[in-house]
Structure formats: structure tokens, C-alpha cells
Nanobody
């Protein structure tokens, strides 16, 4: 069982920056991939960025060049965001996938970008 805790969300003006962090805790043997998703109420949750234990990264086209995912250790994933846009407003969820392909989710952190 893995618990994920996100932090770093908030209200930011367009063009501003945020740094989101996610820390995994609990009984952890291995986490193959960690990432960030975002969701607007009533809409589908979408992948923002992900990173494997080997450092391979993947980004949504809409965030390339503005979002940077990093994994300083096997249980932590960060998302550095610059040049925020109003359309980035969403609840951002940390995600982790075990080698057994079990998905774990954090409770989410709200990011609101004002114009």
C-alpha cells in the first residue's frame, strides 16, 4: 500500500510559476513510474508528465517547454511549472504505478491561474 501526498498548489497570476511536490509513503518496495495528472471538474483526467525510475520522461504536448518533471529519489516526484496559463487551472494529482501495474493516487492539489 502506497500513500501519495501532493503539495505546492495555489493561486497564481498568468505567467507565474509553481513547484508541485509529491512524496510517497507507506509500504513501498518499488515504484516504476511516477507522474502528474490534472483534472477539471466534469472533464477527463489527463496526463501532464511522467518519469520512470530510469529517468525517462514524457510530457503532454500542451505543457512541453513549460513543465519540468524531476525525480530526486525513488519516492519523490516534483513538477516545476513556469509561464502558467489560465488553461492550466485544474486539480493536479500525483500518480504512481507499481511493477504490478497497480495505480496509486494522491488526493490532489489545486492550481488556479488567474488572468
Amino acid at each position: 500500500q502506497i500513500q501519495l501526498a501532493e503539495s505546492g498548489g495555489g493561486l497564481v497570476q498568468a505567467g507565474g510559476s509553481l513547484r508541485l511536490s509529491c512524496a510517497a509513503s507507506g509500504r513501498i518496495l518499488s515504484i516504476n513510474r511516477m507522474g502528474w495528472y490534472r483534472q477539471v471538474p466534469g472533464e477527463q483526467r489527463e496526463l501532464v508528465a511522467s518519469i520512470t525510475i530510469y529517468g525517462s520522461t514524457n510530457y503532454a504536448d500542451s505543457v512541453k517547454g513549460r513543465f519540468t518533471i524531476s525525480r530526486p529519489n525513488a519516492k519523490t516526484v516534483n513538477l516545476q511549472i513556469i509561464s502558467l496559463k489560465p488553461e492550466d487551472t485544474a486539480v493536479y494529482y500525483c500518480n504512481a504505478i507499481s511493477p504490478a501495474e497497480i495505480n496509486y493516487w494522491g488526493q490532489g492539489t489545486q492550481v488556479t491561474v488567474s488572468s
